[in-house]
């Protein structure tokens, strides 16, 4: 049998073209763009200006079926189809999210793609990239020193030490920083409290930069963010201490979309990667609504599956961007859905077609999840070597005859070759045109109502119970004016219920919510409905292990 490379092989073997030529086959004028290297670049946002006329592209969202450790491959089927849109002689681009450096360093596993269906050059993609979430970390730890230096110098604002809620952050996993005291040392070194450091994707920050619509909106969002509570329990936001302009101006830069291209020189703009629990987990508005004003296609995806990545895009991001999405594509594997139906990792190469039957039962219930949505949609079944073709005809027979649109991607093995099928049905499902899009709740709805429609909804549970600490917070952020923000749910990505050993379509179940969190500049409410980690730590062994840099410069061992 044929060898199979690694997706770090197949990607240096890639004929990059320079990035100006992608760049004029964009239309993309010469001062409205800066070269970072001969294959990235930064877009100007006077793109959206010039172009702000235009009529919008159709924007595809690729989300998935409950992620399970066997991978379902959303990036690698959103840059495939794109690849496939361009073979059918589409005009098409991706939107992608950002790696973070900390699981890049930890978990072996691609984010930008894989196979022959990635973005490329994929080992700067996965490293520094061009800076944005190093100025993200500069921009939110400068809003911390000024606020340490704002208690040390008399505190005049009266903030409450004990009550301060923004912490530092660092783009690694790095348990040991978890939990910190800074300010030891005696009256020269600062006031001592005690914080902690987030890994940089889950700052606010981040969140902001991906929801911004442009610099005046990221500067207002920005100018929100609370800081830390007085003695009295009133706000402190970054505008209170005067900040806003300066992190501003730390992020004039990484505003910009940055553009790369795939291993089929398809167009593709990586722009931010927020956290999918506590925050909405999708790259930035600015990198959508640019693409669609550049192409006639846009392909999207969002994180986790269908029940968080696609709720919030929907709810949260195509309302602060006025994106109107035109279909919805729910990627699913064999292999995830016979763990979904009980079939343990190590035996999922074994063909199982009872158990595939059973948990068919989850991507059910995210095709419902769409449908109540508006929104076309076709299931893209991401093939693996190992899938039988009893299995395969399974899934695609089950889909067809419950009316679900269903298409073999095998863009992985075969890049856009593999995703032609996909490519035709998702542009003759775009040209029916029958959609009506609705999102779950209104804004204005109260706080408990918003979760309440989510949860039933979306994750079909019966109830949702609120602690009695949730239920003050709603109280105290209905007396600061935060209840018409969107919800941003953060619960475990690997079960529709609250409980992440509930596989398949769990029924009769509740969601606990625990706690709220504000993030007003980014402009939602995170209800946490179990423990959610923003400091992740490093593994028994770290992939970071395997990584090393050849004599001429070149990366290896990066997946
Ligand atoms: P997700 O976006 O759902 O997290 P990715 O697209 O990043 O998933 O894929 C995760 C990993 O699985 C990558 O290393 C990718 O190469 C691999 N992968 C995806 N699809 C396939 C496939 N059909 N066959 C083999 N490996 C795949």
Known sequence: SQEVKSDIEIAQECQMKPIRDIISGLGVKEQEWEPYGHYKAKLS??????????????????????PTPAGEGKSTCTVGLGQALSKIGKNAMIALREPSLGPTMGIKGGAAGGGYSQVVPMEDINLHFTGDIHAITTAHNALAAMMDNHIHRGNE????????????????????????????????????????????????????LC???????????????VVAYTADDQPVTCADLGAEGAL??????????????????????????????????CNSVIATKMASKLADFVVTEAGFGADLGAEKFLDIKARAGSIDPDLVVIVATVR?????????????????????????ANLEKHVETIRNFGLPHVVAVNRFIYDTDAETDLLMSWCEEQGINVELADVWAQGGEGGRALAERAVSLIEEGDKNFTPVYDVNQSIEE??????TKVYGADDVEFSSYAKKQIGDYNRYGWDNLPICMAKTQYSLSDDPAKLGR?????????????????????????????????????????????????????F
């Open 157 to 208: 604002l009266g903030i409450d030490v004990r009550k301060v809620v923004w912490k530092r952050v660092m783009d690694m996993n790095d348990r040991s920083l978890r939990e910190v005291v800074v300010g030891l040392g005696g009256p020269l070194k600062g006031v001592p409290r005690q914080s902690g450091f987030d890994i940089t994707v889950a700052s606010e920050i981040m969140a902001i």
């Open 248 to 281: 501003t101006l730390l992020l004039k830069d990484a505003v910009k979309p940055n553009l790369v291209q795939t291993l089929e020189n398809t167009p593709a703009l990586i722009h931010g990667g927020p956290f999918a629990n506590i925050a909405h987990g």
């Open 336 to 360: 995830a859905l016979k763990m979904h139906g009980g079939v343990p990792k190590d035996q999922l190469k074994e063909e199982n077609t009872e158990a595939l039957r059973k948990g068919l």
């Open 450 to 455: 918003k979760i309440k429609l989510i949860a």
């Open 506 to 558: 769990p029924e009769g179940f509740t969601i606990t919510v625990r706690e709220l969190k504000p993030s007003v500049g980014a402009g939602f409410i995170v209800a946490l409905t179990g423990d959610v980690m923003t400091m992740p730590g490093l593994p028994q062994k770290p992939a970071a292990l395997k990584m090393d840099v050849d004599e001429n410069g070149k990366a290896v061992g990066l």
């Open 45 to 66: 946002l006077d793109v959206m200006d010039r172009l702000s006329g235009n009529e919008d592209g159709k924007v595809i969202l690729v989300t998935a079926i409950n």
């Open 211 to 225: 929801l911004a619509t442009g610099l005046k909106d990221l500067r207002g969002r920005l100018a929100s963010m």
